[in-house]
C-alpha cells in the first residue's frame, strides 16, 4: 500500500511523493493524514487502507518503536554484517520477547520489513499456545527461508522449546533443511545443537552433521559449535572425527577451538586435541 501525497494541493501537479505505508508507524501515519486535511492535500490509496487497518496491522511496529533505543541499534547491527543499519530499529531482546508473546496473544499481524519483526515472526510460532504441531511447522515454512542472520535463526531456535514434547517429529521436520540455503541449514544445524544432543538422537546429529560439505561461513560455524557442545558428554563418539579429521580443516580446527573454550573440559583433554589440529 502507497499514500501518495500532491505538494500542490490539486490532481494536476505530477510531482507526488511517494510513502510506502508498510514502512511507517501508526503514529507518523496520523499525522501525515492530519497534515494533509489540514494543507487540503490530495491523498489517495492504491489500496484501500482504513486507520483501524493500520492500527491492527501495524500495532507490533508501533511498539517497536516505541521501545526503540538508536544507540543499542547502532551496536547491535556492528554483530549482524550484511543486514543494513536502516532494517534495525534498536530494540533489546528481552523487550522483543515482551512484544512477541503480545503478538501471540493478540493474534497481531506482524511484518517483516524490521530484523525486530522478523524476529517475532519467530517467536510467535512458540508463544502461541493456540497452535497445533502441524500449525507450526506450517508457519515455520514460511519463516525459515525468511532468516537472513544467525541472531535472528539462533534467538529463535532457542525458543521452540515445543520441541521437548515433540522431539522426533521436530527432527523429522528440520532434515528437510539439509540442502538448503545457508541459513536454513544453519537453523537445522543450531535446532541440533539446542534439542538433540542426546543418546537417542546423537548418531544420527553426527551424521547429518559430517555429511555437510559447504563453503558458508554461518553453516560451518554451527557445525563446529555442535560439535564442540556435543563433546561434552559425547567425548567418545567425537573423538574419533577429530582424529581421524574427516573434516574440512577450518570445521575441523574451529571445532577443537571451541572445545578448548569450554571450562566443562579438562585440561589433559584440551592438551591432548591440540595436538590433532591440522596446520
Same mark, same amino acid.
Given at each position: 500500500?502507497?499514500?501518495?501525497?500532491?505538494?500542490?494541493?490539486d490532481?494536476?501537479?505530477g510531482?507526488?511523493?511517494?510513502f510506502?505505508i508498510?514502512?511507517? $508507524?501508526?503514529?507518523?501515519?496520523?499525522?501525515?493524514?492530519f497534515i494533509?486535511?489540514r494543507?487540503?492535500?490530495?491523498i489517495?490509496?492504491i489500496?484501500?487502507?482504513?486507520?483501524?487497518? &493500520?492500527?491492527c496491522?501495524?500495532?507490533?511496529r508501533?511498539? =517497536?518503536?516505541?521501545?526503540?533505543?538508536?544507540?543499542?541499534g547502532?551496536?547491535?547491527s556492528?554483530l549482524? $554484517?550484511?543486514?543494513?543499519?536502516?532494517?534495525?530499529?534498536?530494540?533489546?531482546?528481552p523487550?522483543?520477547?515482551?512484544?512477541?508473546k503480545?503478538?501471540?496473544?493478540?493474534?497481531?499481524?506482524?511484518?517483516t520489513f524490521?530484523?525486530e @519483526?522478523k524476529?517475532?515472526?519467530g517467536?510467535?510460532?512458540?508463544? +502461541?499456545?493456540? =497452535?497445533?504441531?502441524?500449525?507450526?511447522?506450517?508457519l515455520?515454512d514460511d519463516?525459515? $527461508?525468511l532468516?537472513d542472520n544467525?541472531?535472528? &535463526?539462533? &534467538?529463535?531456535?532457542?525458543t521452540?522449546k515445543?520441541?521437548?514434547k515433540? *522431539?522426533?517429529e521436530?527432527? +523429522?521436520?528440520?532434515?528437510?533443511?539439509?540442502?538448503?540455503s545457508e541459513?536454513e541449514?544453519?537453523? !537445522?544445524?543450531?535446532? !541440533?545443537?539446542?534439542?538433540?544432543?542426546?543418546?537417542?538422537?546423537?548418531? @544420527?546429529?553426527?551424521s547429518? *552433521? *559430517?555429511s555437510?560439505?559447504?563453503?558458508?561461513?554461518?553453516?560451518? !560455524?554451527?557445525?563446529a559449535?555442535?560439535?564442540?557442545?556435543?563433546?561434552?558428554?559425547?567425548?567418545?563418539?567425537?573423538? $574419533?572425527?577429530?582424529?581421524?579429521k574427516?573434516?574440512?580443516?577450518?570445521?575441523?580446527?574451529?571445532?577443537?577451538q571451541?572445545? &578448548? @573454550?569450554?571450562?566443562?573440559?579438562c +585440561?589433559?583433554?584440551?592438551?591432548y586435541l591440540?595436538? *590433532?589440529?591440522?596446520?
Open positions: 500500500c502507497h499514500i501518495f501525497l500532491n505538494s500542490c494541493g490532481n494536476s501537479c510531482n507526488r511523493s511517494i510506502a508498510h514502512l511507517l $508507524p501508526v503514529s507518523i501515519l496520523a499525522k501525515l493524514h494533509a486535511i494543507e487540503n492535500h490530495f489517495t490509496f489500496e484501500e487502507v482504513t486507520f483501524h487497518f &493500520c492500527q496491522h501495524f500495532a507490533v508501533e511498539m =517497536l518503536f516505541e521501545n526503540q533505543d538508536v544507540k543499542y547502532d551496536f547491535h556492528k549482524i $554484517p550484511g543486514i543494513d543499519r536502516g532494517e534495525i530499529i534498536g530494540v533489546r531482546l523487550v522483543i520477547r515482551k512484544i512477541a503480545k503478538a501471540a496473544l493478540d493474534d497481531l499481524e506482524i511484518n524490521y530484523y @519483526e524476529m517475532i515472526n517467536m510467535v510460532i512458540e508463544y +502461541n499456545k493456540k =497452535l497445533s504441531l502441524d500449525e507450526r511447522f506450517a515455520l519463516f525459515v $527461508p532468516i544467525w541472531a535472528i &535463526c539462533d &534467538c529463535c531456535c532457542a521452540y515445543f520441541t521437548l515433540n *522431539l522426533n521436530v527432527f +523429522n521436520y528440520i532434515l528437510k533443511y539439509k540442502d538448503g541459513y541449514v544453519r537453523f !537445522m544445524c543450531v535446532m !541440533m545443537l539446542d534439542y538433540f544432543l542426546k543418546n537417542e538422537f546423537i548418531a @544420527e546429529v553426527l547429518t *552433521l *559430517l555437510l560439505n559447504r563453503d558458508e561461513y554461518y553453516i560451518n !560455524m554451527a557445525v559449535w555442535a560439535l564442540a557442545t556435543a563433546y561434552v558428554n559425547f567425548k567418545d563418539k567425537v573423538n $574419533p572425527v577429530l582424529e581421524n574427516v573434516l574440512p580443516a577450518w570445521v575441523h580446527n574451529k571445532t577443537i571451541k572445545i &578448548c @573454550e569450554s571450562y566443562r573440559i +585440561n589433559d583433554d584440551k592438551k591440540k595436538t *590433532l589440529k591440522i596446520k
